[in-house]
């Protein structure tokens, strides 16, 4: 079946770059998504890559993608206090519906 | 401003009683979801619903029940039978444009906590 992995827990330095990855299991996904969630909120989204890409850039965030791997990864630039939060991949599993398959959740902590 | 309002934001109930989560958007998005959210657990998809009068069930659907009787609004029931219904719900929306599904798009959030 789908999965996507992340590690928990990520602690970087302000100023730093951050990377967040993930992993995959379906070959099939059409497009690839980073949400950002701050304590009790809903998810934002941050950013998407379609899977025929290999690189996004939008800002301080650039995304990797490996397709062979299955590998996705979220680098931030120039991490901010502000950046503080999870960070959930998901695969949209597609066809006709746009489902989703989230990973866990990797908790971004920026010391100042 | 166009979103999606979950209400209300922390619902607090007793065990055996059934409980509505409200979600309202004004997007024009057709495809409505539910989303359960546990810690370590990421998010896992309740029920969706691709069109108005219509909905499917997700991979936890036991001891939920939905309707989407406007294309604005998609309830979600959680019923007595839902085993460990307290946890943190989440309402998403999303459009369809020359056939490609646009990103799903996230309420704030209701926290249920049932005692």
């Known amino acids: 079946g789908e999965d996507v992995e992340q590690s928990l827990f990520l602690s970087v330095r302000e100023g730093d770059s951050s990377v967040i990855n993930c992993t995959y299991t379906?070959?099939?996904?059409?497009?690839l998504y980073w949400y950002k969630q701050e304590p009790g909120a809903g998810l934002q989204l941050l950013t998407y890559?379609?899977?025929?890409?290999d690189m996004k850039q939008d800002q301080r965030l650039t995304v990797l993608l490996n397709k062979k791997d299955k590998h996705l990864s979220l680098r931030i630039a120039d991490t901010q206090t502000g950046d503080s939060a999870i960070y959930f991949c998901?695969?949209?599993?597609?066809?006709?519906?746009?489902?989703?398959?989230f990973g866990t959740g990797t908790l971004l902590a920026v010391q100042p | 401003d166009g979103g999606i309002t979950q209400s209300p934001k922390y619902l607090f109930r007793k065990e055996g009683q059934n409980v509505t989560l409200s979600c309202e958007q004004n997007l024009n998005h057709d495809a409505m979801y539910w989303y359960r959210q546990d810690p370590g657990q990421g998010l896992r998809l309740i029920y969706y619903?691709?069109?108005?009068?219509?909905?499917q069930k997700g991979d936890i659907a036991e001891g939920y029940s939905v309707s989407r009787e406007k294309k604005e609004s998609f309830p979600l029931t959680v019923t007595s039978a839902q085993k460990n219904p307290t946890a943190f719900y989440l309402c998403?929306?999303?459009?369809?444009?020359?056939?490609?599904?646009?990103?799903?798009?996230f309420g704030n959030g209701t926290r249920l906590t049932v005692t």
């Open positions: 998403a929306s999303s459009g369809t444009a020359s056939g490609y599904n646009s990103p799903l798009h």
């Open positions: 998901a695969e949209s599993i597609g066809g006709a519906t746009n489902k989703l398959i």
């Open positions: 619903s691709q069109i108005v009068n219509d909905f």
């Open positions: 890559i379609f899977s025929n890409m």
């Open positions: 379906d070959s099939s996904s059409t497009y």
